[in-house]
């Protein structure tokens, strides 16, 4: 199966700054993704080279197996702010959406403006954040893609604002079969909604994985103070923390964990994503950590 996203080497240049480089990414279609990653981890910037925006400094892109000014019309895009045209209505971008789409869904978008409340005739300027956000989403899903990308969209929301959206997000995934890719500071939002994950940290992917997979393979190890390296070879140590006395470890391992002198607890996907961001690669290139597969 072609994956949705592959990069090689990829990188992007702005003058003498790199906002992304090096950066190697294999993404398996058929998943809702969970991108996440620190400030100026190179997120955005993958998600515009992804989406056609942007072209590489280095390195391939392939989007659906193609080039992504290929791909364009398969792929639906919705940035952090939502973007839409304050002086024109809800009906006015459905219009614009109709020809600027080959495949556009007309139904199916006055279906969701409809369901959501929205009066087609409001202009963009007097919806609240969340309705922008839904017109938004309303967009990308008319457009019937086969991927969808979404960068940070619901960061600057309230909270039901939020599960609205992922909820609508949601329902649209179990009726359609597309692939997402989902960046987001939230990780708690991206707990309810994806099942693989993506960390991206100084352009190099730590860690990508199913999310029930990557759970059930890292846990969170308390006991009496032990170094690292008197740590079982089968053991792969993500992050450590130490006192005097004691010593926290989050490893991950394929095999049971039956020191008796370790207390074996689960981790949240927050607890996962943390653990790896705490563990940097040096200056954005890749390091010896293995890749989930």
């Known amino acids: ?172 995934t179990a009726a359609d079969e597309f692939s997402v890719v989902l960046s987001s500071h939230l990780v708690a939002d991206l707990e309810r909604v994806c099942d693989f994950l993506l960390v991206l940290v100084d352009s190099t992917v730590l860690v990508a994985g199913e999310v029930e997979t990557l759970l059930a393979t890292h846990h969170r190890l308390t006991g009496p103070r032990r170094d690292p390296d008197r740590m079982p070879a089968g053991q792969q140590v993500i992050s450590a923390r130490h006192t005097d006395r004691q010593s926290t470890y989050v490893i991950r391992t394929e095999e049971a964990v039956l020191d008796p002198a370790w207390a074996v607890s689960r981790l949240t996907l927050e607890d996962l994503v943390l653990a790896y961001m705490e563990r940097r690669p040096v200056s954005g290139r890749r390091t010896d950590l293995e890749v989930l597969r």
């Open 1 to 172: 199966m072609t994956p949705v996203l592959q990069a090689q080497g990829l990188g992007k240049r702005y003058g003498r700054r790199w906002a992304l480089r090096e950066c190697t990414i294999d993404i398996p279609t058929g998943h809702v993704v969970g991108l996440v990653g620190p400030n100026g981890a190179g997120k955005t910037t993958l998600l515009k080279l992804a989406s056609g925006q942007l072209e590489p400094s280095e390195g391939d892109i392939k989007v659906l197996g193609g080039r992504p000014a290929s791909t364009l019309p398969k792929v639906g895009f919705v940035a952090q702010d939502t973007p839409v045209y304050a002086g024109l209505t809800i009906a006015d971008h459905l219009r614009m959406g109709a020809r600027l789409n080959q495949k556009w869904d007309a139904t199916m978008a006055r279906e969701r403006i409809a369901q959501l409340g929205l009066d087609p005739n409001r202009r963009a300027r007097k919806l609240s954040g969340g309705e922008r956000a839904q017109l938004a989403l309303t967009l990308g899903l008319a457009k019937r893609p086969e991927l969808l990308i979404l960068d940070e969209p619901v960061a600057s929301l309230d909270p039901l604002a939020r599960r609205e959206f992922l909820q609508g997000l949601m329902e649209a």
